[in-house]
């Protein structure tokens, strides 16, 4: 998939931003409808929210059918909104937040846990019902290595950490990461 434009990340930032103060303002939003290719394709996406260091809400979407500028938008109101980790953001604190877009690969399925690069790729741990996600940055803001980056995917799943080891499904991807 190609990198996006410095252009199109500042669009991407700013439906963003626009969608979470219309959605806190109570008013209507308008999306931008003559958008580049690169913007109109359907992309998994993540749209984190952080006040200084600290994170305030984070929501995505694995893959999607929806376009991408509409998935950032939806994914952005979410996480302000609806993120159950949070309480939801208040239209004051929003002048005080950074957005972060994380535009997700396609997915592909881990046959050997060691292909797994820390600070190039997220990972998706599941077994039965049970799923957890990481973006690939989060293991380079701890520090941690391969394997702590698996156990901590799979804590992230409810599972035990070691279920990486014990038949869970262990996928993937890369991220475009901007804010």
Known sequence: ????????????????RDSVH??????????????????TEPRGVFVSIHHGRELRGCVGRIESRKPLYE?????????????????PLHISELPEVEFEISVLSPIQEVTDPETIQVGIH???VSKGHARGLL?????????????????ETCRKAGLPAA??????????????VFS
């Open 71 to 87: 998935s950032v938008s939806e994914c952005a109101v979410s996480a302000a909104s609806q993120d159950p980790r949070f309480s």
């Open 135 to 151: 973006l690939p940055q989060v293991a380079v803001e701890y520090r941690w290595n391969r394997e702590r980056f698996l156990e």
């Open 1 to 16: 998939m190609p990198q996006l434009s410095e252009q199109d990340r500042e669009t991407l930032l700013e439906i963003a």
């Open 122 to 124: 997220g990972l998706i």
């Open 22 to 39: 219309a959605h806190l303002a109570g008013e209507m939003l308008n999306l931008p409808s003559d958008l580049p290719e690169e913007l």
């Open 163 to 176: 279920a990486w080891k014990q038949g869970a499904t262990i996928h993937r991807f890369t991220a475009e």
